[in-house]
Each structure stands twice: as structure tokens, then as C-alpha cells.
């Protein structure tokens, strides 16, 4: 991941000579769904997730007029709470360095709305399971994932979008967001599941200062 990170430092290197760059923090709210098949023959089954807090190094700049790009090195937390029909809960979450690459357009000058889409790639720094109450259900309940022996699988990938406003300060901007992120990620790597994938909600504040004024190219 750090060589990842470090290669897409070095492509955007030479547009950051001209471009205007702000850095900031940004942290909120993220929810979390979960939904699986337990084997290749049966449905697609829907699971409760969990909410928690996130928050993010930001990098923004803009080369051109109203588009850039924002890259975020961030800590997410997502996890799912299923429940069976007794009223028992095995609750598992995953805490992951997650990496989204934006594209970002916005309309506006010192009041903005801006909309983001791009990948997002990230690797798994832990896996726990919170609570685990029952076991044996039909059709099969989601596995553990927090056991020495379990080794979920570390990448996760998938894609991000959202859309925001923000205000510009001088040199600072404040912004709110709501963001959307489908993983393509499956963490199980025993085969005691055919498929899981997960949908996030994020709600967050950010606050930018730009460090680098945008220069004009010359032609």
C-alpha cells in the first residue's frame, strides 16, 4: 500500500508545479450495510451495519478553473450487526486505512457545490468480532472474522461519490459532504461463505488551508 501511495504521489507530482494545493483534516459520521450469499444456490441476504466515527488527512488541488482532484488517507471503521430471530446478535467490525482518489467539479466562487467520484483503495489494519451470541442458523449466519484462524483477506477496493458545499475563508475553506462508497471487497478467504460485499454512508466536516497559490501557465 505504501509503494501504491508513493507511486501516485510521483504521477501527480509535475501538475502540483501549477496547480493550487490546500491541505486539511476531515472527520464525521460513517454507516455502514453488509449483504451476502451463504452459498452460490441461494439469495442475496441483507444484514444490519453498524455507525462510527472517521476521519481523514486531505490533499486537494485544483489545476484548472472549476475541477481537481482530492486524495484522503483515512481511517474507516465498517462492520455489520446481524440478528437472528431470538433476538441474538454476533456483531463483527473492520477497521481499514482507506485511500480514496476523487475527481472533483465544482460551480460557485466563495460558496461552492462540489461533486466527487473516483477509486477508493485501502488495506485492513483489524478485524474483531465484537459480539458473537449464536452459531448454526439457516440460512448460514456470516462467520467470524476477528479469530486468530479466520485471516480475512487485506485489500479492500471499490468506488466512492459524493456531493458537498463549502465556503471559502481567505486561505481557509469549511466544507460538508455526504459521501457514498460501494466495496467490491469479500475479507473471507476460508470458502465459509460464496459472497459478502458492503455499501458505506459518510457525513462529514472538513477544514482546508491552501498552502499554494494556483500559477498561470505560460503559453
Known amino acids: 500500500m505504501s509503494k501504491k501511495l508513493l507511486l501516485l ?3 501527480l507530482l509535475p501538475g502540483m508545479a501549477w496547480a493550487q494545493l490546500s491541505l486539511g483534516i476531515r472527520g464525521g459520521l460513517a454507516t455502514s450495510s ?5 452459498t452460490a444456490g441461494t ?9 462510527a466515527p472517521t476521519f481523514a488527512l486531505v490533499l486537494e488541488y485544483f489545476d484548472s478553473k472549476n475541477a481537481g482532484v482530492e486524495l484522503n488517507v483515512q ?10 430471530d431470538a433476538g441474538k446478535v454476533n456483531q463483527s467490525e473492520f477497521t481499514y486505512l482507506k485511500i480514496p482518489v476523487l475527481a472533483s467539479i465544482f460551480a460557485g466562487r466563495s460558496g461552492r457545490f462540489q461533486i466527487k467520484f473516483g477509486p477508493h483503495f485501502g488495506v485492513l489494519r483489524q478485524a474483531e468480532d465484537i459480539t458473537r ?7 448460514k449466519e456470516l462467520p467470524t472474522f476477528g479469530q486468530p484462524a479466520d485471516a480475512p483477506k487485506k485489500r479492500m477496493y471499490g468506488l466512492t461519490g459524493g456531493a458537498g458545499i463549502s465556503k471559502l475563508f481567505g486561505k481557509s475553506t469549511l466544507s460538508a459532504e455526504a459521501r457514498f ?13 460464496f459472497d459478502i460485499s458492503s455499501t458505506n454512508l459518510e457525513f462529514t466536516l472538513a477544514y482546508l488551508f491552501r498552502v499554494k497559490e494556483r500559477k498561470q501557465k505560460t503559453p
Do not use: H, M, W
Not at 43 to 51: F, H, L, P, S, T
Not at 75 to 84: K, Y
Open 43 to 51: 439469495r442475496v441476504k441483507k444484514v444490519d451495519g453498524i455507525a
Open 181 to 193: 462508497a460501494y466495496d467490491f471487497t469479500n475479507p473471507e478467504s476460508q470458502d465459509r461463505i
Open 133 to 139: 451470541e449464536y452459531s448454526g442458523a439457516t440460512p
Open 9 to 11: 504521489v510521483l504521477i
Open 34 to 38: 453488509y449483504s451476502y450469499q451463504a
Open 75 to 84: 481511517q474507516l471503521t465498517l462492520g455489520f450487526a446481524q440478528v437472528n
